[in-house]
């Protein structure tokens, strides 16, 4: 279906990509994942259909993520990306080019945001800003920002997650780590690699992290069987792997994490942290659905901590909420219309 409007919000992360229309809320959900024809150079399938890909396409072929870490890796397969969305949201012929709004990691550099504006002004945007995903994360989760108070949003995505403390519309304290749930991934087949000389694919190590996955002891431990090729006979090969070892396999990068957590809170004014203490810590993100992440940042920090209704929709919520409020834009981002 397209759309006549031409207000546009953008979550432009490094696992999935989704979209805001004003008036309509989320109207695109795909993996930030493109299938690339090496021969010709040309892109040959966006999304989902490029994320099945990963991993079985053929030598000619390369499905890549073009989003690195919550910013540009590769600048034209990124602006073919959001082609690919202003054509399936807007059509092909537009008479009015769409006002977009994209969200970036909040210690994003001055010329890593120029890149991200660009590619969107290339890829068919009439005017192209940005806002930090915290504060994005912050609206979509409904956090009374506004207000003279200390809120404190963890956004834990697919490259980076994004802490920050906010009050009144705009950011006290933020601090961006480059770890995520593809790090989580990682952590997982580095594992069964070492332990079971078994390759498997990000797609498997991501399945494994959303079956049995959590940051603490689960009351019933699991098992989960998988399957992948043995390094050893270069033959496909099953394993069995326990709830455990994945927790210890990803325990590392959810400690950076959660100290990084703890850093903020011991850097954050006085007033702002009796505010966070009686309001809580409010996790967003694909990676606040991992079992049990709320129960360790709250033990560690000694601070109530809540899930977001619909976590990973938060960041693209809030930047649909921005776009129409203009809130948490900075003016001299905003270009003359």
Same mark, same amino acid.
Do not use: W
């Given at each position: 279906?397209?759309?006549?409007?031409?207000?546009?919000?953008?979550?432009?992360?490094?696992?999935?990509?989704?979209?805001?229309?004003?008036?309509?809320?989320?109207?695109?959900?795909?993996?930030?994942?493109?299938?690339?024809?090496?021969?010709?150079?040309?892109?040959?399938?966006?999304?989902?259909?490029?994320?099945?890909?990963?991993?079985?396409?053929?030598?000619?072929?390369?499905?890549?993520?073009?989003?690195?870490?919550?910013?540009?890796?590769?600048?034209?397969?990124?602006?073919?990306?959001?082609?690919?969305?202003?054509?399936?949201?807007?059509?092909?012929?537009?008479?009015?080019?769409?006002?977009?709004?994209?969200?970036?990691?909040?210690?994003?550099?001055?010329? !890593?945001?120029?890149?991200?504006?660009?590619?969107?002004?290339?890829?068919?945007?009439?005017?192209?800003?940005?806002?930090?995903?915290?504060?994005?994360?912050?609206?979509?989760?409904?956090?009374?920002?506004?207000?003279?108070?200390?809120?404190?949003?963890?956004?834990?995505?697919?490259?980076?997650?994004?802490?920050?403390?906010?009050?009144?519309?705009?950011?006290?304290?933020?601090?961006?780590?480059?770890?995520?749930?593809?790090?989580?991934?990682?952590?997982?087949?580095?594992?069964?690699?070492?332990?079971?000389?078994?390759?498997?694919?990000?797609?498997?190590?991501? !399945?494994?992290?959303?079956?049995?996955?959590?940051?603490?002891?689960?009351?019933?431990?699991?098992?989960?069987?998988?399957?992948?090729?043995?390094?050893?006979?270069?033959?496909?090969?099953?394993?069995?792997?326990?709830?455990?070892?994945?927790?210890?396999?990803?325990?590392?990068?959810?400690? !950076?994490?959660?100290?990084?957590?703890?850093?903020?809170?011991?850097?954050?004014?006085?007033?702002?942290?009796?505010?966070?203490?009686?309001?809580?810590?409010?996790?967003?993100?694909?990676?606040?659905?991992?079992?049990?992440?709320?129960?360790?940042?709250?033990?560690?920090?000694?601070?109530?901590?809540?899930?977001?209704?619909?976590?990973?929709?938060?960041?693209?919520?809030?930047?649909?909420?921005?776009?129409?409020?203009?809130?948490?834009?900075?003016?001299?981002?905003?270009?003359?219309?």
């Amino acid at each position: 279906m397209l759309y006549l409007n031409q207000d546009i919000g953008i979550d432009l992360g490094t696992a999935n990509v989704l979209v805001h229309l004003r008036g309509k809320g989320i109207v695109m959900r795909e993996p930030s994942v493109v299938a690339i024809d090496l021969v010709t150079k040309r892109v040959k399938v966006i999304g989902e259909k490029a994320r099945e890909m990963l991993g079985r396409t053929p030598v000619n072929i390369v499905a890549v993520r073009p989003m690195t870490d919550g910013v540009i890796a590769d600048y034209t397969v990124t602006q073919k990306m959001l082609e690919y969305i202003f054509h399936k949201i807007c059509g092909g012929k537009r008479i009015f080019k769409p006002r977009v709004l994209l969200s970036v990691p909040s210690d994003v550099t001055s010329v !890593q945001k120029r890149a991200i504006r660009q590619a969107a002004l290339g890829a068919g945007a009439r005017i192209a800003l940005t806002i930090e995903e915290p504060m994005a994360a912050a609206i979509g989760a409904g956090l009374p920002i506004s207000s003279p108070g200390g809120n404190m949003v963890v956004d834990i995505g697919g490259g980076t997650t994004d802490i920050a403390v906010l009050s009144l519309d705009g950011i006290v304290l933020s601090r961006s780590l480059p770890v995520g749930g593809i790090k989580l991934d990682d952590n997982i087949i580095r594992h069964v690699k070492n332990t079971y000389n078994l390759s498997i694919g990000d797609r498997t190590a991501e !399945q494994i992290k959303i079956a049995i996955g959590s940051a603490t002891p689960l009351d019933n431990e699991v098992t989960l069987e998988i399957r992948g090729r043995d390094l050893v006979s270069g033959l496909p090969q099953t394993v069995v792997i326990t709830s455990e070892e994945v927790r210890e396999a990803m325990a590392e990068t959810i400690q !950076q994490i959660v100290g990084r957590v703890k850093s903020v809170l011991e850097k954050t004014p006085p007033e702002l942290a009796s505010d966070i203490i009686e309001r809580g810590i409010v996790l967003t993100g694909g990676g606040a659905l991992l079992r049990h992440i709320d129960k360790l940042i709250s033990d560690a920090t000694c601070v109530p901590t809540h899930i977001a209704d619909d976590p990973i929709s938060c960041v693209a919520i809030g930047v649909g909420r921005a776009l129409a409020e203009r809130r948490g834009i900075s003016e001299d981002l905003i270009p003359a219309v």
